[in-house]
């Protein structure tokens, strides 16, 4: 049997980029209308400051309006909120995101919770998370967005397939697992206590690993000719004192029986942010009451 097709996220989150660019363009030359994204940063993370610029950067690109907050560390709650309020009132802004994590002194749930639902692009407050269990439009987090879009296009329609998510968080494996049930598939969540772990995922024609450790999925695992979709990103310590980045699958086994995986890196962390730059050219095309199908979206 032949090497896994490998699904590059880069050529695809490029392709998706494009058109949300082509959107924007018609939002502004149509209806006089630049979306705005606004992003705020509290405390100096590195990889939080580096996946900021990136969102920018990408949001420059697309010709986008681009709100930048950054926040010292010693931010209280309450201005952390108050900024997120007037975030709310702009008209120039459609897209809200607060990068995660916050500062222990911050509660994140009440910060998700401040963010208007209709321009909360990241998808995770209480409402859009109900919208997307119930069945309802709302915003989509990105992530699970990005995973279903490369499904879909690698396998065409997806109902009835035996899909299983290893993982249950509330920003991947929880959303990932509605919008597959959305597409009638038969959906296992699995995660690191599961019985037999092995054996479930041997059973699914799709397998979305996103349980945060690094090479847990052998390739044993994996039913031969079944897609693969990893989200884990761990960095791990190489004999040489070197580090590389991994993720929650053993890509060398799995490619030998997957009929399509996805690398790391390159594979489903591109398609984050360009799905964050789509969400908020919905965002702006939904809060002035216009048709997503005139802007592709």
């Given at each position: 049997?032949?090497?896994?097709?490998?699904?590059?996220?880069?050529?695809?989150?490029?392709?998706?980029?494009?058109?949300?660019?082509?959107?924007?363009?018609?939002?502004?030359?149509?209806?006089?209308?630049?979306?705005?994204?606004?992003?705020?940063?509290?405390?100096?993370?590195?990889?939080?400051?580096?996946?900021?610029?990136?969102?920018?950067?990408?949001?420059?690109?697309?010709?986008?309006?681009?709100?930048?907050?950054?926040?010292?560390?010693?931010?209280?709650?309450?201005?952390?909120?108050?900024?997120?309020?007037?975030?709310?009132?702009?008209?120039?802004?459609?897209?809200?995101?607060?990068?995660?994590?916050?500062?222990?002194?911050?509660?994140?749930?009440?910060?998700?919770?401040?963010?208007?639902?209709?321009?909360?692009?990241?998808?995770?407050?209480?409402?859009?998370?109900?919208?997307?269990?119930?069945?309802?439009?709302?915003?989509?987090?990105?992530?699970?967005?990005?995973?279903?879009?490369?499904?879909?296009?690698?396998?065409?329609?997806?109902?009835?397939?035996?899909?299983?998510?290893?993982?249950?968080?509330?920003?991947?494996g929880k959303p990932m697992a509605h919008l597959?049930?959305k597409e009638s598939c038969t959906v296992t969540?699995?995660?690191?206590?599961?019985?037999?772990?092995?054996?479930?995922?041997?059973?699914?024609?799709?397998?979305?690993?996103?349980?945060?450790?690094?090479?847990?999925?052998?390739?044993?695992?994996?039913?031969?000719?079944?897609?693969?979709?990893?989200?884990?990103?761990?960095?791990?310590?190489?004999?040489?004192?070197?580090?590389?980045?991994?993720?929650?699958?053993?890509?060398?086994?799995?490619?030998?029986?997957?009929?399509?995986?996805?690398?790391?890196?390159?594979?489903?962390?591109?398609?984050?942010?360009?799905?964050?730059?789509?969400?908020?050219?919905?965002?702006?095309?939904?809060?002035?009451?216009?048709?997503?199908?005139?802007?592709?979206?």
């Open positions: 049997m032949s090497d896994a097709y490998i699904i590059d996220g880069n050529q695809f989150s490029a392709a998706l980029r494009d058109k949300v660019g082509e959107g924007v363009r018609t939002l502004r030359d149509r209806h006089h209308i630049t979306p705005g994204l606004a992003v705020v940063l509290v405390g100096e993370d590195p990889a939080s400051q580096v996946y900021v610029r990136n969102k920018n950067k990408r949001a420059s690109e697309l010709s986008m309006r681009s709100f930048e907050h950054i926040l010292s560390a010693e931010t209280t709650e309450p201005e952390l909120l108050t900024l997120i309020a007037g975030l709310n009132a702009d008209a120039d802004v459609h897209g809200i995101l607060v990068q995660l994590p916050l500062p222990a002194h911050i509660d994140a749930q009440k910060v998700i919770e401040a963010i208007r639902p209709d321009k909360d692009v990241d998808g995770f407050h209480p409402w859009n998370v109900g919208m997307l269990a119930s069945g309802g439009t709302g915003m989509v987090p990105c992530t699970p967005l990005g995973c279903l879009m490369m499904l879909k296009d690698r396998l065409g329609k997806l109902a009835g397939q035996r899909a299983i998510v290893v993982g249950r968080s509330n920003i991947v597959l049930l969540i699995a995660h690191s206590r599961t019985r037999d772990l092995a054996e479930e995922v041997r059973r699914a024609d799709i397998v979305v690993a996103a349980v945060g450790k690094p090479e847990m999925v052998r390739g044993s695992w994996i039913k031969p000719g079944a897609t693969v979709i990893d989200v884990g990103i761990n960095r791990i310590a190489l004999p040489d004192g070197k580090t590389r980045l991994v993720g929650d699958v053993c890509f060398d086994e799995a490619k030998t029986v997957a009929g399509a995986i996805t690398p790391v890196p390159g594979g489903v962390g591109p398609m984050t942010i360009a799905c964050l730059l789509r969400n908020t050219l919905v965002a702006a095309v939904r809060l002035n009451k216009l048709h997503e199908d005139e802007f592709g979206v």
